[in-house]
């Protein structure tokens, strides 16, 4: 698994950028310029999301795409029933509540234990990410494919059969499928 | 007079029929209503609203199983213009959906649906087919004579058939990665392979509250309804839509009841007819014909 080093060290750079720039309440300008989305990286390259330009599109709104976790208000009726008060925490960072390995058996039977919890349909990291920013990109009317956010690597190109490895063109029908 | 004789027996023999199938029914009844599914079967929740038709899950499908490669690249989205059905060379495929009065079209996963009570298996004479506690309806294919009852069964035209196989021709479907992956409490290829979590995996209870709670929260968005929750007794694998399921593909009119109660008695009644009814009027006919020959036999001698 050669990306669990890349995994420790975006999670180290996530964790000091948190540490050296947020207080409480996040203001305007606070975030960090820069992102490198790699933590999921095998298919596609690291994304280079670029963070300060995302915080002029949302007029540094936070809650657009931290919920309620960084203090701003947030908008969504079925959120607000609890989160109306719920203020800045400590987590901030994508993966720091959504899970990585949202459907090995470790993390769903700590679910499955956890009477209490109410978040039980929380997405994982890679639905996070892709549903916030697909949805935002949707609506907005930008870029929306697969390599418009992040280059496909060799491994992905194997994957999809494509590239390098695509089927001979006359292998396609020519008509329908069936 | 003998043949008000035959008239009363046959008549005799459909009532006889009649009470044995109504019988089977009131078991049946109590049957279907205490099982529902393995209590720890795992399954997946299909929401359409959150699909765009990627094709990863068939990218993920073909390189799990060991599949042949495909005509076209996974990142060819032309596919999406026709139907597709699933084949040998496919256990899962996507189909697009033009929604009247929505300007976004909705796209829809197929497998097999892995049923708590499966047509396949039922129908299946050399039972190559197995649904394991952890929800998957698996197949042998070792002791599969490639007869294809299991396709016509299956309500949802899931089972495919090696037609290119000149020797061995077997059924071929989505076997949930159980010998890979749900074997060992992991999800299947696909599921990981999602971008956007489309395909929520989790024990099948906890899926149906989760269901229901989209549903709750979002009540403009979904349908208030989870398809294969209980269709044909329920299934595995389940679906959320924002569409009436009928605009998306989905057959509507296939009930609740698992397929098997719907055959049961008919099917009880199979080994009677092949095998009680040719001797019983093997010896009829031979009752009947008995003064022939003897007469026939007189006459020879004389």
């Given at each position: 698994m050669e990306h669990i080093p890349k995994y420790l060290l975006s999670t180290v750079m996530a964790m000091l950028l948190c540490l050296s720039s947020y207080s409480t309440i996040a203001l305007a300008g606070d975030g960090p310029d820069a992102v490198v989305i790699d933590s999921l990286a095998q298919l596609y390259e690291p994304v280079n999301f670029d963070h300060a330009m995302h915080e002029e599109v949302t007029e540094s709104n936070c809650a657009v795409c931290h919920h309620h976790t960084l203090g701003t208000k947030i908008e969504d009726e079925n959120c607000l029933r609890c989160h109306a008060e719920s203020g800045a925490t400590d987590e901030i960072s994508c993966q720091g509540c959504h899970a990585g390995n949202r459907f090995e058996a470790e993390y769903l039977n700590r679910i499955d234990a956890d009477n209490t919890l109410f978040h039980r349909d929380k997405v994982g990291l890679k639905a996070a990410f892709h549903i916030r920013c697909m949805n935002c990109h949707e609506e907005m009317g930008v870029a929306n494919g697969c390599q418009d956010c992040h280059a496909r690597t060799d491994a992905g190109d194997k994957f999809f059969h494509a590239g390098n490895y695509a089927p001979p063109e006359s292998d396609k029908p020519t008509s329908g499928g069936h | 007079m003998k043949a008000m004789n035959r008239r009363k027996f046959l008549k005799g023999s459909l009532l006889g029929g009649a009470a044995a199938s109504v019988i089977g029914k009131s078991k049946n009844a109590a049957a279907s209503a205490t099982f529902g599914?393995?209590?720890?079967a795992m399954g997946v929740l299909v929401d359409l609203t959150r699909c765009v038709g990627c094709r990863s899950c068939e990218a993920a499908c073909n390189k799990e199983q060991g599949l042949p490669n495909p005509a076209q690249p996974f990142d060819d989205l032309s596919v999406l213009d026709h139907e597709r059905r699933t084949s040998e060379g496919a256990y899962t495929v996507v189909n697009r959906y033009e929604i009247p009065g929505q300007d976004h079209p909705l796209f829809r996963k197929i497998q097999c649906n892995h049923c708590n009570e499966p047509a396949c298996l039922t129908s299946c004479f050399v039972k190559a087919y197995t649904k394991t506690p952890e929800g998957a309806v698996i197949y042998d294919p070792t002791v599969c004579v490639g007869c294809r009852t299991c396709m016509v069964a299956c309500p949802f035209y899931v089972p495919a058939y090696s037609y290119s196989s000149v020797l061995n021709p077997v059924i071929k479907k989505c076997i949930f990665c159980y010998d890979t992956r749900l074997k060992f409490g992991r999800p299947p290829a696909c599921v990981e392979a999602c971008p956007r979590e489309v395909l929520t995996f989790g024990r099948r209870q906890d899926l149906i509250k989760i269901g229901h709670q989209r549903i709750q929260n979002y009540p403009d968005l979904?349908?208030?309804?989870?398809?294969?929750?209980?269709?044909?007794?329920?299934?595995?694998w389940m679906y959320l839509s924002s569409a009436p399921f009928d605009q998306v593909g989905f057959d509507t009119h296939l009930g609740t009841q698992p397929i098997l109660s719907y055959v049961k008695e008919f099917l009880t009644v199979v080994p009677m007819v092949l095998t009680i009814w040719p001797a019983l009027f093997a010896g009829f006919h031979l009752l009947a014909t008995r003064k022939d020959t003897q007469k026939n036999k007189e006459k020879s001698e004389k």
């Open positions: - | 599914g393995y209590p720890e979904y349908e208030d309804h989870i398809y294969g929750e209980n269709e044909v007794g329920g299934t595995s």
